[in-house]
């Protein structure tokens, strides 16, 4: 099953870009897809749409799971389509991790705290109502002039060791690092770590939000996988990143967000002591699940050939029966998910997005149109199919009024179920 990548024309092999091993295996090719945030305008649906290889691989040396970098992050990130305050559970998770960190490490006004992709200042802005000084360090222009508008100070770049060096220089070193959602969308994964060392004081605190691929492979949520996430980490492969620039994990904890996410705790060595039981805990449940070598990798592809056999049964069957199924969400993971099954208008008439930014605009690949989410009220289909899964608990509440007709709601990932 497991088959070394294969070179044509004496290309050069695509490289770990964390240890340089020249050699990866396959973990799922899902074939090519367009970006998943570019969402395409009427008048370009007759453009020519660039699709991109979604292959993802992992290092039989450092175990580093990695797509290609076929896309930079100036062509995804200049201006970016994701807003974070459209998610309510997810401007709530924010609030609620800065009251902890403000009171875990006794941040107060005479604290800095840098965030990174703090996007349009959902999380820092409750820092700046708490009177401590802080600074967002955002590469989206649009998204970062929301921010600023907001009140939080913002800089419009990337980290890499240079940007980093130069906060350091102008406002001194960071309590505090946050990095939420963002190591796994950097392909210079040893610049970017490097800059998160530069910022952060040699007492202070790193903390990494990332999906863990453990959830990802026990939960078959291949959809997380799109060009701009180039990197899919275990707290054991963080943790070999991290050491590049001599930052050590301390403490992890497991999070319910994105589907399954870690809270890496990380401090320059010199300050870092041992790790905490539940890093050793965490470690030993990857190594249980087999990802600390490749044997937790085989049968993933199997799987994911599944669920797209039962979506594609139940949409078939579905319009066969002449019931009508609409989407809910315009989600980047959605389109991973609508491409790879290769759904298209006659299988989905439409999506909803409460993101007004999306609607009018056409899914990439599949060209399906986005709606206000006042439309499926209004024509009351007989499913609704809820592209982002992970908020689950949410959506459920939210689309409760779609019982009114009899409508049901189907959920994709981690296995096909319709509820009624």
Known sequence: MWHHQSHDGGAPPQACRLCGSPVLASVVDLG????????????????????????????PDCLLVQLPAQITPEDTFTEYAYFSSYSESWVAHARNFVAAATAGLGLGAESFV????????????????????????????????????????????????????????????????????VYAHVPDVLGFTAGLRELVADDGW????????????????YDTIYHEHFQYYTVASAQRALAEADLSIVDVELLPTHGGSIRLWARPSVAAGRHSARVTRVLQQERAAGLHDLSGYRGFAKRVDGIRADLLRFLLDAAAEGRTVVGYGAPGKGNTLLNHCGIRPDLLAYTVDRNPYKHGRFTPGTRIPIHAPERIAVDRPDYVLVLPWNLRDELVTQLSYVRDWGGRLVFPIPRLEVVS
């Not at 508008?149 to 946050?178: N, Q």
């Not at 790193?206 to 939960?219: A, F, T």
């Open 206 to 221: 790193v903390s990494i939000e990332v999906q863990h691929l453990l959830s990802l492979v026990r939960d078959n949520q």
């Open 32 to 59: 090519a897809t367009p970006p998943c945030e570019r969402f395409l305008t009427a008048d370009q649906l007759d453009a020519v749409e660039p699709t991109y290889p979604l292959h993802l691989r992992v290092c």
């Open 114 to 181: 840098v965030e990174v992709a703090s996007n349009d200042g959902y999380l820092l802005r409750n820092l700046v109502d708490a009177g401590v000084p802080c600074l967002g360090i955002e590469p989206s222009v649009n998204v970062g002039a929301v921010a600023r508008a907001r009140g939080v100070p913002t800089l419009t770049a990337f980290l890499d060791k240079d940007t980093g060096a130069r906060v350091r220089s102008e406002h001194g070193p960071a309590d505090l690092v946050v990095a939420n959602n």
